[in-house]
């Protein structure tokens, strides 16, 4: 692992997860300064990860504090507190530091604003199965970034998962696919569910049978070598009664609602960036 010591600003959902699949990596918590806002939050992650925690409710310079020494700097704040935090944590960062950051909408070219000329930046947009080691994270970098910096970068985020490098105007695209991806998901189930329920099951017999379904056919396509669509044909007999409900969701042109979500999502992306 090329990382040497890490700070973490920031370690609600996203952070937790990646500081997680970092140690499960085997990376020593004693290299870990992670902050919080609450002195609970700060407690409660020394105690269960064994790194060394700063609340800044009790320490206000804890993000300053943090990054002291920090070949790496990840910031898992939310969007509107990112630059604010790197301007506080400026003055201690190693001039050679890498920042990197997890903030929807937030530019390299902000960022690189907000810190020393030598620091590095790259932006990353993972998703939530980075909890459970599955994210899909993208990942762009900023000027100052060296093919080593890029490298460490990846090993970071490859200890939750898959990770792919792309252009920063890609990376709200990116988001509207896997960013979000795991509500579209979690929403295909939701209704999937009601419809078993509306054919009798009950709550627990309906979820089961849905989440179990859609847990089973994506492990099967993992496992297996063939395409989604290879997949379903083997499902759908000539004729038979698969054929008829796929029929129904043909109709309802899935693929164009699809794209109608997606260009919503980006158009807010823009949106947020331009700060509104
Ligand atoms: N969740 C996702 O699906 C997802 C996906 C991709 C990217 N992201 C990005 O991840 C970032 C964090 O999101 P999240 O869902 O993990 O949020 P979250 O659970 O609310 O975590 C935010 C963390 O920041 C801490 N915090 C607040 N103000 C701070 C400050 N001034 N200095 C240091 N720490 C501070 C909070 O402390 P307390 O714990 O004490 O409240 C908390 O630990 C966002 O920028 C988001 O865009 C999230």
Redesign the pocket.
Known sequence: MNINRIAI???????TAILSGLLASGFDSSKVTI????EA??DKLADELGVTAL??ETQPT??ADAVAGADVVLV????A??V??LKEAAQTLSADALVIS???GITTASMEAAVPKTVAVVRS????PAIVGRAVTGISTGSRVSDKQLETALELFETVGRVVVLPEEQIDALSTIS?SGPAYVFYLIEQLTLAAQEMGFAEDVAAMLVEETFAGATELLSASNQSPEALRNQVTSPNGTTMQAVAVLEQAELAKLFSKATAAALARAKEIASGK
């Open positions: 600003l920031g370690s609600g959902s996203m952070g902050t919080t806002k609450s939050n700060a609340a800044l804890a993000n898992a704040v939310k969007p507190y990112v604010e935090v997890v903030a929807a947009m993972p998703n939530t960013g």
